[in-house]
């Protein structure tokens, strides 16, 4: 008796499965050029992401509408310090949707040590104030896989595509004087006003001696004092 073959039969209802490739295509994220020292990016890639370098003026990532400044440990209490954060936060604050993401989290390395450049409690009341005062959350991630993952569940979020042309904020002349002055290590906003108000201008304030510049800053005069007159 002569044994047919029988042909595989398809089901010609059944759903057309999707290729893996398929289900991992994700949408573009624009992520700022100088971010290519990261493994943020890479990490990204492997999720299927499709990566867009730019020179980006606000934030480290763009993600349906989100700007998204990344910060590692070490470079969050840096610029807490030389106050580059506090421009940064004020040029976030002009986007509906903004987060800070800061990489590496973990109590010992964020507080540091006792003898560490800044108080531990300084960056506690420096968190709450991103948080209360500017409105800006936080997240905290293990590490660059972990921010991607963030990023990544981020993106499932319906939200309008962003207009990369938003601009720096401008500081006013009375800012740009603040900022300057700012700049000195262990002067913040309250005495870096009451030092323009003292002395009406830049100029004064360099040229005033140590124990005029005591009446406010204390034993910080001298320090400022021996910035002024260093030779670079």
Do not use: W
């Not at 507080?111 to 531990?120: C, F, I, L, P």
């Not at 700049?183 to 140590?210: C, D, M, R, V």
């Amino acid at each position: 008796m002569k044994t047919i073959k029988s042909r595989q039969l398809y089901n010609i209802f059944s759903k057309k499965r999707k290729s893996k490739k398929e289900e991992k295509q994700k949408e573009k994220i624009v992520v700022d050029y100088r971010e290519k020292n990261s493994l943020v990016y890479i990490y990204l890639k492997k999720r299927g992401f499709e990566v867009e370098f730019k020179e980006l003026k606000i934030g480290d990532y763009i993600v349906k509408g989100t700007v998204i400044e990344r910060k590692t440990i070490s470079d969050f209490i840096s610029s807490m310090i030389n106050h580059r954060l506090i421009k940064q936060i004020e040029e976030l604050k002009q986007h509906k949707n903004k987060l800070i993401i800061i990489e590496g989290f973990s109590e010992q390395h964020l507080y540091g040590k006792k003898d560490e450049r800044v108080n531990s409690n300084a960056i506690r009341g420096f968190l709450l104030s991103i948080v209360l005062k500017h409105q800006i959350p936080i997240i905290f991630s293990r590490d660059s896989e972990d921010t991607a993952k963030f990023i990544d569940v981020l993106s499932s979020k319906k939200e309008k595509e962003l207009n990369l042309n938003a601009k720096k904020k401008t500081l006013s002349k009375k800012e740009q004087l603040q900022f300057i002055i700012e700049s000195f290590p262990g002067i913040g906003p309250k005495k870096a006003k009451s030092l323009l108000k003292k002395f009406g201008s830049i100029q004064n304030i360099t040229l005033a001696s140590e124990e005029d510049l005591k009446e406010i800053l204390g034993k910080r005069a001298k320090n400022m004092r021996e910035i002024i007159e260093r030779n670079y």
